[in-house]
T-cell receptor, first 115, second 115 residues
Framework: AQSVTQPDIHITVSEGASLELRCNYS??????LFWYVQSPGQGLQLLLK??????LVQGIKGFEAEFKRSQSSFNLRKPSVHWSDAAEYFC?????????????FGSGTRLSIRP | DTGVSQNPRHKITKRGQNVTFRCDPI?????LYWYRQTLGQGPEFLTY????????KSRLLSDRFSAERPKGSFSTLEIQRTEQGDSAMYLC?????????????FGPGTRLTVT
């Protein structure tokens, strides 16, 4: 069955510290992988996506993620977090073929920033 | 076009009443998706349209739920005989077929509260 696991429900990091949010997926074929961010009262915003090619992808707001097929992981990283990064982060997987449809989301990781 | 819009943003209704939500996708996007998000969870897929055709429905979409996309433009999601368990955020997303990998752009959502 297709699934996405985000093992950390809530993470708190100090402003200026580095960040890594974990994501593991289960998918039978080559997946499309996404990270979305959701701030309170806001819609989901795409941070970055992986379809093929270079396994290290760069996104907006200084985020990057690395696809590791052997570990079925797509962890999100940022070298130095800002207070404005406090939000809910969702990893998601979609089918990597032309008739793409739904995206399957993880349950999210809530990021808090310590001043 | 500034993105996906959804109306209303908030809806409070009494159990047993019918409600209808509207989604206006990004104008050139041919695919439109509905998701439901409950507190502390990631979005869950409900249904999606390619142009005016409804191509997939989740088992979450009971017979009290119906979605339409007349003329392949805006979409409506109706819930009949609402139940307290229907309380959630209803998210709409749209995407465009092509080399972009079906990146989905989300609206701000409609928060439904059933009392």
């Amino acid at each position: 069955a297709q699934s996405v696991t985000q093992p950390d429900i809530h993470i708190t990091v100090s402003e200026g510290a580095s960040l890594e949010l974990r994501c593991n997926y289960s998918y039978g074929a080559t997946p499309y992988l996404f990270w979305y961010v959701q701030s309170p009262g806001q819609g989901l915003q795409l941070l970055l996506k992986y379809f093929s090619g270079d396994t290290l992808v760069q996104g907006i707001k200084g985020f990057e993620a690395e696809f590791k097929r052997s570990q079925s992981s797509f962890n999100l990283r940022k070298p130095s977090v800002h207070w404005s990064d406090a939000a809910e982060y969702f990893c998601a997987v979609g089918p990597g073929y032309s008739s793409a449809s739904k995206i399957i989301f993880g349950s999210g990781t809530r990021l808090s920033i310590r001043p | 076009d500034t993105g996906v819009s959804q109306n209303p943003r908030h809806k409070i209704t009494k159990r047993g009443q019918n409600v209808t939500f509207r989604c206006d996708p990004i104008s050139e996007h041919n695919r439109l998706y509905w998701y439901r998000q409950t507190l502390g969870q990631g979005p869950e897929f409900l249904t999606y349209f390619q142009n005016e055709a409804q191509l997939e429905k989740s088992r979450l979409l009971s017979d009290r739920f119906s979605a339409e996309r007349p003329k392949g433009s805006f979409s409506t999601l109706e819930i009949q005989r609402t139940e307290q368990g229907d309380s959630a955020m209803y998210l709409c997303a749209s995407s465009l077929d092509g080399a972009g990998g079906y990146e989905q752009y989300f609206g701000p959502g409609t928060r439904l509260t059933v009392t």
